[in-house]
């Protein structure tokens, strides 16, 4: 097993089209099937957007639905 920094991953990742949502979570875009102001949905699973995020996430998803 080989432990990477969240921030290293995301550094590693951006250009696979992961985004980062929260401190603590990275998500692949073109799997998001639904987001609003908190959450972020991947098929069934439910992660919260951080406020530090929010308004990157906002850009990338390419809407305005975050409110």
């Known amino acids: ?6 921030e290293d991953m995301i550094l590693l990742l951006k250009d696979s089209g ?3 949502i929260h401190k603590s979570f990275i998500v692949n875009a073109a799997f998001v099937t ?9 098929g069934k699973i439910s992660l919260p957007i951080g406020r530090t995020f929010k ?13």
């Open 1 to 6: 097993v080989t432990r990477y920094q969240l």
């Open 18 to 20: 992961f985004i980062r």
């Open 55 to 67: 308004e990157f996430v906002e850009k990338r998803l390419g809407g305005s639905d975050l409110q």
């Open 34 to 42: 639904a987001y609003n102001a908190r959450d972020i949905e991947i």
